[in-house]
Structures are given as C-alpha cells and as structure tokens.
C-alpha cells in the first residue's frame, strides 16, 4: 500500500464549478499534509498545508483534514482554466523524521 | 536568492555510464530531498537528508547514492546507468514546512 494515495484523474469540471480533490494516507503519525500544483513541464508549487483537524481556507481554496479517517481534500471553488494542472498531495512523516511522500496526482481539467 | 539550484538541466547518459546530479540551495534549509518522475505520474522519494552528514533512503532508493557534507548541497549519484532510471529528477529542500523544488533535470538513459 502506498503511504499517500489519490486518484490519478483525470478530473474534469465546468468553469465556475468546485472541483474537489482527495488524498488518503497509511502512516497514522503523519502531522502535516501539503497540496502542490505542478503545470505540465513545471516543477510542483505549494498551494496549501494543513496539520489541524478541520478545514483551512485560502482564497478560492479549501483544504480540509479528517485525521481520524486518514483523509485530506482540496476544494477549488470558481475553478478557472487556469487552474488545470496536477495537484500532488504529500505528507510529512510521523516523528519529525522529514520523510516527505507523494501521492501520484490528480490531473484536473477545467472546461471553459 | 537562487533558492533551490539544479544542474545541469539536461543529460543523455548511456547504459553502463555514471554521474552525479547536482543540488545547491542557499536557504540554510536543514531538510533535502530527490525525487523522480516518470511521465504522467507523481514523484517518487529517492534519498533525503534531515542535516549534514545525515541521509535515509526513500521508497525507489536502488541504483542510486547521495552525500550531505555541507547543509547547502546534496549531490545524487548514479552508478551504472539503466534505461529504467530515464525520468525528471527534481531536488528540493524545506524546513520542514513547505518544500521548494528546483527546475528538474531530465535524463534519458539510452
């Protein structure tokens, strides 16, 4: 089993739509999670982190946490073409052991 | 600041060939990291370092070596090149926060 999990897409909404991404992870003592946009060619760009049981929002984006359940999202909201691109999740390990593990993407498109 | 510096950008090696991969950054971060990736996929953890002289391996660690002498760089190195090694290496580094990647580097093993 993969330590960090998504659905490799791809995933295609409407301009304007909430495209929501999901990520599920193995290593219980993970503590912080992290979504990176990466353009076809680019390297990867932080978009959020979350380590708390909730959500957190930033603009048009929402990252959500459920420890118990081993899950993370990102919702995109008023998606933009410009937001097609692959969202990698990523958590770092438990203990401060600084082993950061990748999922393998979602590929999202947005339709104008 | 240059932040995370890879080199060089490209490289066709053959198979049998070695070399080394090169990592600088200037963000006095404690934390590096390699990954690979192949085409439509994510990255894959090679080796990482969590300070000088201090380094574990990843998930695809086989075929390939690191050091860490200094905080700023952190080489990798092929031995013995595979066609299977062809892919997007990428370097990064953090402070255990947010990681910042370098430009990558495509090697084709032919």
């Known amino acids: 089993q993969k330590e960090v999990e998504q659905n490799s897409g791809p995933l295609s909404v409407p301009e304007g739509a909430i495209a929501s991404l999901n990520c599920t992870y193995s290593?219980?003592?993970?503590?912080?999670f992290f979504w990176y946009r990466q353009y076809s060619g680019k390297s990867p760009e932080l978009i959020m982190f979350?380590?708390?049981?909730g959500d957190k929002e930033d603009g048009r984006f929402t990252a959500q946490l459920n420890k118990a359940s081993q899950y993370v999202s990102l919702l995109i909201r008023d998606s933009q073409p410009s937001d097609s691109a692959t969202y990698l999740c990523?958590?770092?390990?438990?203990?401060?052991?600084?082993?950061?593990?990748f999922g393998q993407g979602t590929t999202l498109q947005v339709k104008p | 600041n240059a932040g995370v510096t890879q080199t060089p950008k490209f490289r066709i090696l053959k198979i049998g060939q070695s070399m080394t991969l090169q990592c600088t950054q200037d963000?006095?971060?404690?934390?590096m990291y390699w990954y690979r990736q192949d085409p439509g996929m994510g990255l894959k953890l090679i080796y990482y370092s969590v300070g000088a002289g201090i380094t574990d391996k990843g998930e695809v660690p086989n075929g390939y070596n690191v050091s860490r002498s200094t905080t700023e760089d952190f080489p990798l190195r092929l031995e013995l090149a595979a066609p299977s090694q062809t892919s997007v290496y990428f370097c990064?580094?953090?402070?255990?926060?947010?990681?910042?990647f370098g430009q990558g580097t495509r090697l084709t093993v032919v």
């Open positions: 290593d219980r003592g993970s503590q912080s």
């Open positions: 990064a580094s953090s402070q255990n926060t947010e990681a910042f």
């Open positions: 990523a958590g770092l390990g438990s203990s401060n052991t600084g082993k950061l593990i």
């Open positions: 963000m006095n971060h404690n934390y």
């Open positions: 979350i380590y708390s049981n």
